[in-house]
């Protein structure tokens, strides 16, 4: 499948933007080993975290669907029962490495497995740590799934401090350490997003968290039991991201985007928009245990930037958007610390330099980031390649929401796996665009 975007002027409306997948992921497995039913609204109905679901319901967890209400009747956390077959997580990451450290605690073995995109992902990252707990993980000897794991009869817990800056590896330790004979402790050096300890909390998990300057210490002590709670998942910021650009760049337009999760651990881009020049406004901020609010976001002229490395992991999925901003953005902006972005759904930062190539912008590339720079003229009726991933293709279409002539996003299937209805809400907000 492939968009067809064609240029339009001016974005406008109130917009819902589909629920956090962050979120949506662990809200299921936390409530899936809790005692009692637990309640999760705002759910995102997206690829990924329906196969998260799916595999909670192929070891026994009875899940409802209850006009999008995800209603769940947790079976205690040595409840799980072996699946049948091999545990299939789609384009998912997050699914693999958090389930992972989830299963490596129960007492069946269990095999998980995913699409071409997942199959050459990095799993060692996880395994590594996972076997210094004592446990039984394997993968391929290219590092990559599927990913088998064998019942394990003893977790310890030990200190570990994160090599790379990876919310996936630390959500990964913190599920097995559920399950570890002692507490266990992660040293965090580059805070990355938070939901887990957030929700191990909420959950009734023994978990403390101190911050000494950048340094987080989190210790996550073995748990008898997690208590069934009810969970109201805010829109997602990183598909709100695709939004936010698209009122930024395209004129005349203005657009609230209404009870986005504002967590200071994922919205680093508002605050490097905003220092772009960008016109956004936060209002209605609630502070419950996730903040959200509601986005303003008028059409603004943009300069460029350069990104300060740190923030790095507090916008990692938001760089294709920035890359975007950049483009349209008078002066350079330089990017660097950002060498992750080569180990997500695709290689993005080859992938978004194909993207800029299209478009008609100068960068020049290098291994950790990239430096664009700002056009006023681009290129019409273009092809792009997204090469199946969800953000490159979105990002893309916005892009292309700028330019002259009928412009192509090819493989665009793999936006079902974080934002469902984006051609819906592009259609609502003004955009020009359809699928073939
Ligand atoms: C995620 C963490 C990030 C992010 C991914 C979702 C999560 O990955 O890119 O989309 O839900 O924990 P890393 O932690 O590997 O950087």
Redesign the pocket.
Known sequence: MNFRVKKKDSLNGKFIIPGD???S??SIMCASIADGESKITGFLHGDDCLYTAKAFTEMGVKIDNQEGRMVIKGVGMNGLQAPKKDLYLGNS??SM??MAGLLVGQNFSSKLTGDKSLSQRPML?IIEPLRNMGAEIFCEESGTPPVSINHSKNLNGFKYTLP????????SLMFAALYGNHEMEIVENDQ??D??EKMFKKFGVNISVEKINNTKNIKVENSKSLLASDINIPGDF?SAAFFILAALINPNSEILLENIGLNPTRTALLDVLIKMGADIQIKNILNEYEPSGDILIKTSNLIGIDLDEKLV?NL??ELPVLFIAAAFASGETRIRGAQ?LR???SDRLEAMSHSLKALGVNFKLYSDGIDIEGQTKFNKSIKIDSFGDHRIAMASAIACSRLDGENEILNIENVST?FPNFIDLCKSSGINIDIN
Not at 164 to 171: D, E, G, L, N
């Open positions: 997948k962050s979120i992921h662990r990451g997050t490495r958090l990252r790379i800056a990876s919310a996936q590896v630390k959500s990355t997003r939901h887990t990183s992991p990692i999925d992750e180990a997500k759904e974080s």
